[in-house]
């Protein structure tokens, strides 16, 4: 492989993870690829009688109230802050809108807060399609004209949502602006300022693949180019670090999208992993971070990158 054979693979891959959007809290210090929260937002939307989802992006609700990483982040990872979902969605027309909105809105802050563990703050939905026939009998629509578009917020009194109105427009990249590799469809233009029962616009939905999800493997995709520098050091091995992380529970394997499983220097050790079904990548990034920390001869931080999510929640 030549030298611009890597750079375009490493580009790609990087693409091909989407946002990387904070997980947890700022003390977390943990972070979670976009493509591999789509899929688990996907089935939740999918859950919901009368919609047949499109296309689901998610970023920051307001970039001028995120905060300050605690650890060194993955490279271009938005920084901690409350979070915004934006859907496309095609709908049955028997099925009043704005009902169906609600459902849909609660169905994805359910699953990006109990599946996942992001902080959301704003669902924004719009409708791309109306169907004749229920979703089981039509299937997925494809782009066309149509009708409605609402854009529903969460009321402010309502309980264990995030505590942020995201009044303002979402992190200011728009999805044309935005990294995008396969399986990321392109995300909607119009943007919405209202109250929960939404507004009006017209647009095309998209389609989404998930990622597949392989099978737990060891730590044999850390990083082998030997002792990591300085306060990693002290006879600790990355092989050591990466035991370490692939021994915590909930992990199926590491992972090297962004180069190496475990990156590891004088200042600082990072970690990618894919999460096992069943487990909440939030707390697997928590066990992951007190594992590889137990192993350390010194205090660093650590950061956790969570780049794929098991099925089957």
Do not use: N, Y
């Not at 999918?46 to 499109?54: A, E, T």
């Not at 997925?140 to 995030?162: K, L």
């Amino acid at each position: 492989m030549t030298t611009a054979e890597g750079w375009t693979g490493a580009v790609r891959a990087r693409l091909g993870l989407g946002r990387l959007l904070p997980l947890g809290t700022a003390a977390d210090g943990a972070w979670l690829a976009e493509r591999a929260a789509e899929p688990v937002l996907r089935r939740a939307a999918g859950k919901v009688p009368g919609v047949v989802p499109g296309g689901i992006r998610a970023g920051l609700a307001d970039p001028g109230a995120a905060g300050t990483p605690t650890v060194p982040p993955p490279p271009a990872a938005l920084p901690p802050g409350p979070l915004r979902i934006e859907a496309d969605f095609a709908a049955a027309a028997a099925v009043p809108l704005p009902e169906l909105a609600e459902l849909l809105r609660a169905a994805l802050f359910a699953a990006a807060r109990e599946h996942l563990g992001l902080a959301v703050a704003v669902v924004d939905l719009r409708v791309t399609a109306l169907l004749d026939a229920p979703p089981e009998a039509a299937g997925a629509p494809g782009p066309g004209p149509v009708g409605t578009s609402v854009v529903a917020r969460p009321a402010a009194a309502r309980p264990q949502e995030a505590e942020t109105d995201g009044a303002d427009r979402a992190d200011g990249a728009r999805p044309a602006d935005s990294p995008r590799g396969p399986g990321h469809p392109a995300a909607a233009d119009a943007k919405g300022t209202e109250s929960a029962k939404g507004t009006v616009s017209a647009e095309s939905a998209g389609e989404t693949r998930e990622p597949g999800h392989p099978s737990a493997a060891g730590a044999k995709d850390a990083d082998g180019a030997g002792e990591p520098r300085g306060g990693a050091g002290a006879g600790e091995t990355r092989d050591v670090i990466a035991a370490a992380a692939a021994a915590a529970p909930g992990v199926a394997r590491l992972t090297g999208t962004l180069g190496a499983a475990v990156r590891a220097d004088a200042s600082s050790v990072r970690v990618e992993c894919a999460t096992a079904p069943g487990h909440r990548p939030v707390e697997v990034a928590r066990a992951v971070r007190a594992a590889v920390t137990s192993v350390l001869p010194s205090p660093l931080p650590v950061t956790v990158l969570v780049t794929e999510v098991g099925p089957g929640e």
